[in-house]
């Protein structure tokens, strides 16, 4: 199941995850499980910590996949943001870009059946541009979740990503 809200200030995903919660918080808050479907980095597991971040998205795509020019550069940089709230295995939230585009939250429910219900909130956006930038993004590196869950391949991240901010732009096109 998908379920996405897009405005100009905040982003919705919710997913429903052929895996149980524990599995999915794993691949939320272990460095090399998160590297496989994002970006990996150290975590300091309590809020006020550091979440570390690792920009190697080579590593999303199971084929051959060609980089953007526009994100090459980005290749291998490394950043952290603050933890703001850390309750195993039910809430992850941080910073984004030190809170000046918002706070990340993610939060985890059993749905039954040994899935889990995953709520992905990025709110506190500047406005359509962000909207557009990372509802592209957190599609994307979702349906890289799902496929690393049920131990799929993912060809190839740039062609999701491509669709992903397609669709985000014509969501806040439609709100």
Avoid: C
């Avoid at 895996?19 to 691949?27: C, G, I, L, R, T």
């Avoid at 300091?44 to 996949?65: E, K, N, Q, V």
């Amino acid at each position: 199941m998908h379920s996405d809200s897009f405005t100009a200030q905040e982003l919705r995903f919710e997913r429903i995850l052929d895996a149980p919660v524990e599995k999915v918080w794993d691949y939320l808050t272990d460095p090399e499980l998160r590297a496989l479907w994002f970006m990996g980095g150290p975590i300091d597991r309590h809020p006020g910590g550091r979440i570390y971040m690792t920009f190697d998205h080579d590593r999303l795509s199971d084929g051959d996949a060609l980089m953007p020019d526009r994100y090459a550069a980005n290749r291998g940089k490394q950043w952290f943001e603050t933890i703001i709230a850390y309750v195993p295995p039910r809430l992850l939230a941080y910073s984004w870009d030190n809170g000046d585009a918002g706070t990340v939250t993610f939060t985890l429910e059993p749905a039954g059946d040994g899935r889990t219900r995953l709520v992905l909130v990025h709110s506190g956006l500047r406005g359509p541009t962000d909207a557009k930038n990372f509802g592209g993004g957190w599609h994307s590196h979702l349906a890289v979740l799902d496929a690393r869950l049920r131990g799929g391949r993912v060809e190839n991240f740039w062609a999701i990503h491509a669709a992903s901010e397609a669709k985000a732009a014509a969501a806040l096109e439609a709100s």
